[in-house]
């Protein structure tokens, strides 16, 4: 460990020591409780945004996993006289199992917006508590922990609670930041800004979402089987409340969701001021000035306090954004590893593809080759099916005959990340960044999860070898949104190349760019080829897709009508007819 | 099993609650449909409905219609101060669900400041009539609420198939931008959807006042079933709003007569569960 972990490690420690030394010299029972809900809601609010937060799946049924929690400790305690310290391990499971049981069937749903992801955990959180509330875990009347045993640590009995809250709430922040620098984070960053991209680009989208899901809720379990015993009463109404996700989601809006401190400081910030309204009207207020605040920050500082912190702090030291990745950089040694060359042969085999949207054949057969170091372009007219053969080559969709394979290896069976992680990637024709992600990171999330499988670390070192390499060096700290098209374009380039693949599929990278940027593409492109990767080249622009393919591949209605070198191609009769036909007219 | 007049009674306040249901999901559904704006707030208001009916009765004894009409033109202004803030602040699909999430526990303190968290009982004369066919009653206020949830259902149907108006709209939810290059001029219009769509809320509520037991803590109650019933009656069509809420009143009904009253919630959840994995597309 070395430089910010490190320094996080230490201080999470050293927080930790403090506040048990703080208890253990003896705390008025008062602050032991006070300090106690604090810690609960900090593991609360951070364990809910490790996937709201991170990976922008916004779920309204926090209170579901907490309310399985509680209802884990109070039934083995108090029916089956199980020690109070177990019952909270299987809280954890219990909870974490719900939670990927629920995501296993809700992550499969295509189109399940963020909005919908939220209705659909807030019916969950109701239906759980309904069933709750009339079988026999509870039956209507609540149950009452008051005689279960606690074992003591401290002098009194509630210190043992204090000290369970402490460790949790530290261990979830901890674990909050090494998941947010651990593949896993990075991923969920991806997912967060474009679900789809992140697929392709060798993000498993799936059980990512699934694992911090189960993750989330486990830990969401184990603050619940904790508060069980602190409260001493169990009802389904305090339980499955709109309470807990209310609470959860503000206190993670309010922080920063996307900065693994950001949920702590807003619970701590949140959880005081409702201390100070307790009891009848003054609650009552209370929470009315929590949801004015909530209501104001999501519409004045969307982004959260600690992240515009942050931001007018580094403004104010004049520090660039990307300190890290120069960091990084320096202690990585001596460049990347050269590239190793596809190999002679073929690389990319498409063999007799069909695909279907409804009634629209978008492909009928479509077969061709690309060998290693070849350049094969791909045109035909508008709807003609070139993109639909990058997205079915890339694994975006699912072929529904044919075969596609790198080498012996089929790609057509398997999803995009893997298609991604065995060497294709590709460019879109409009360019998909990653909008909360800087340029340097954009292109390390390719290195990480494309073929390269470069750690975190060693990719930002590998990323800023291909910014350098597309001329984008210096703008590696810019945010996409702060570069114009030609920079966008490149960096899509920057991206497709650092997963190091076999098979790259330029869609379009040359539209919309001005005579110089395009002279200067195609240099790249030039370079990238005589590095022995195969390229598939979509392009409108016929000069540019004749002065480099080796072999030219002409699709209409989804057919391919001619294949050849690439001025045979263009001669044949049916081209001639049909492509250059239509061009003429219109 | 039941007896046969058990089932048709359950049946009739099945399809009168469900009345309350549509007319509830009809502004809803408008909002979430014609605006990309997830409405919580609506629950809210239409509880603030109630109450404000209810202390005009109760108090300064203002008949309920009367109080009804007062309250629609207020609470359409209040739609319009909402819209304003979600069009100053650029409110999206997703940030308004958040937001109005927090107006909602907003509006819930505000109720139970001045009016406490224990049950309020507007008595009425009207509260106790029914008619009788057959072997069953109904009773003539929750009809009353059902024909106005019709007949508002139907009108709003009117208004967005056949006036300018409302296929301005319904052409600015589909392509804002092309809708504008046509000359829509979609913000005088978002204002106006805005306002009419509280103002149901206020007819809602109204009726809420008048047929069952007022708490703050009742806004969550609807949250599920509303949904599950805009969702299921499928976005800005008033007329499957209101058949999607009889469907859900009809079906927790019957869960009630025949299991228990206590599962009664669990209807509406696991249909609007069911309905948002299998047809996420509706949405």
């Known amino acids: 460990m070395s430089g910010e972990p490190r320094r996080v490690a230490i201080t999470l420690v050293a927080v930790g020591v403090g506040f048990v030394a703080l208890a253990t010299v003896g705390l008025p029972a008062f602050y032991e409780s006070f300090l106690y809900i604090i810690f609960s809601w900090i593991a609360l609010a951070t364990s809910w945004a490790l996937l709201s937060g991170y990976a922008g799946y916004f779920s309204f049924g926090h209170g579901a996993f907490f309310g399985a929690g509680m209802y884990t400790t109070a039934t083995l305690t108090t029916k089956f006289n199980v020690p109070f310290l177990w019952t909270l391990l299987a809280a954890g499971i219990l909870a974490a199992a719900l939670g990927a049981g629920i995501g296993a069937v809700v992550f499969r749903v295509k189109r399940l917006r963020g909005e919908l992801f939220g209705l659909l955990t807030l019916a969950i959180t109701f239906v759980l508590g309904t069933i709750v509330l009339n079988t026999r875990i509870d039956g209507g009347p609540g149950v009452f922990l008051s005689a279960v045993p606690l074992p003591r640590v401290l002098a009194s009995p509630t210190g043992t609670l204090y000290l369970l809250g402490l460790a949790l709430a530290l261990g979830t922040v901890g674990a909050a930041y090494a998941i947010g620098r651990a593949r896993l984070g990075f991923g969920l960053f991806a997912i967060h800004d474009d679900e789809d991209v992140a697929e392709v680009e060798g993000v498993p989208t799936f059980r990512y979402k699934l694992v911090a899901f189960a993750l989330s809720a486990g830990i969401a379990g184990v603050a619940g089987g904790i508060h069980a015993m602190y409260v001493g009463y169990v009802t389904v109404g305090e339980t499955f409340s709109i309470t807990v996700p209310l609470y959860v989601v503000l206190m993670s809006v309010l922080g920063g969701a996307r900065h693994w401190l950001g949920p702590a400081v807003g619970a701590t910030l949140i959880a005081s001021s409702l201390y100070a309204f307790t009891g009848g009207q003054q609650a009552v207020l209370g929470r009315a000035a929590v949801a004015l605040v909530l209501v104001a920050v999501i519409l004045v500082l969307p982004e959260g306090v600690v992240p515009a912190f942050l931001r007018y702090w580094r403004a104010w030291r004049g520090r660039p954004r990307v300190l890290e990745a120069a960091r990084t950089l320096a202690s990585v040694d001596g460049p990347a590893p050269a590239r190793s060359a596809g190999g002679p042969g073929v690389a990319l085999v498409v063999q007799d593809v069909w695909k279907a949207f409804g009634g629209i054949q978008a492909l009928r057969g479509v077969s061709l080759q690309v060998g290693a170091g070849e350049i094969v372009g791909l045109v035909g007219p508008n709807g003609s099916g070139k993109t639909t053969l990058i997205n079915v080559i890339s694994g975006h969709y699912a072929t529904d005959r044919g075969r596609i394979a790198l080498g012996e290896v089929t790609l057509s069976t398997r999803p995009a990340h893997e298609v991604a992680a065995l060497g294709v990637s590709r460019t879109y024709q409009i360019p998909r960044p990653f909008a909360h992600l800087s340029a340097l990171d954009n292109v390390a999330l390719a290195a990480t999860f494309g073929a390269a499988r470069c750690s975190p670390r060693q990719a930002r070192a590998e990323a800023r070898r291909w910014l350098e390499f597309t001329g984008l060096g210096r703008r590696a700290g810019a945010l996409p949104h702060e570069l114009n098209l030609h920079e966008r374009k490149f960096l899509e380039l920057a991206r497709a190349l650092a997963g190091q693949p076999r098979v790259i599929l330029l869609d379009e990278v040359l539209s919309g760019l001005n005579p110089g940027e395009i002279a200067s593409a195609i240099g790249l492109i030039r370079q990238i080829q005589a590095q022995g990767v195969a390229i598939l080249f979509v392009e409108h622009l016929m000069r540019a897709v004749l002065a480099l393919s080796d072999q030219l591949v002409v699709l209409n209605e989804g057919e391919v009508i001619a294949s050849g070198s690439p001025r045979e191609a263009m001669r044949a009769p049916r081209v001639v007819e049909v492509y250059l036909g239509k061009s003429h007219v219109a | ?283």
């Not at chain 2, 699909?93 to 909602?104: A, D, I, K, R, Y």
């Not at chain 2, 109904?138 to 007949?151: D, F, G, N, V």
Request: glycine content about 10%.
């Open chain 2, 1 to 283: 099993m039941p007896s046969l007049t058990l089932l048709g009674q359950a049946l009739v306040s099945g399809v009168l609650a469900g009345g309350i249901y549509g007319l509830l999901a009809l502004g809803l559904s408008l909002s979430w449909g014609l605006l990309r704006l997830v409405n919580l707030a609506h629950f809210a208001l239409a509880l603030l409905g109630a109450y404000l009916t209810y202390q005009l009765g109760t108090t300064f004894h203002v008949s309920p219609w009367l109080a009804a009409l007062a309250i629609v033109p207020v609470f359409f202004l209040l739609g319009c101060g909402l819209h304003a803030v979600f069009a100053y602040f650029r409110v999206t699909e997703f940030t308004s669900l958040l937001v109005t999430f927090g107006l909602t526990v907003i509006l819930e303190s505000v109720i139970q400041w001045f009016w406490t968290a224990d049950y309020r009982r507007y008595e009425t004369p009207y509260a106790t009539a029914s008619l009788r066919v057959g072997p069953l009653f109904i009773p003539t206020l929750e009809m009353l609420a059902c024909l106005t949830a019709a007949a508002l259902a139907f009108a709003t149907w009117g208004w967005l198939r056949f006036t300018y108006v409302g296929k301005a709209l319904r052409a600015s939810a589909e392509d804002p931008a092309i809708a504008a290059a046509f000359g829509v001029n979609h913000r005088r219009q978002a204002y106006l959807l805005s306002g009419v769509s509280a103002a149901y809320a206020g007819v809602a509520g109204a009726f809420i006042a008048l047929i069952s037991t007022l708490a703050p803590s009742q806004i969550w109650t609807w949250v599920g079933v509303v949904f599950a019933v805009v969702i299921i009656g499928g976005l800005a069509n008033p007329i499957g709003a209101l058949l999607a809420g009889f469907l859900i009143g009809v079906s927790e009904s019957l869960t009630m007569a025949v299991v228990t009253p206590a599962w009664a919630p669990l209807v509406s959840f696991s249909v609007l569960i069911v309905l948002l994995i299998v047809r996420p597309g509706r949405v």
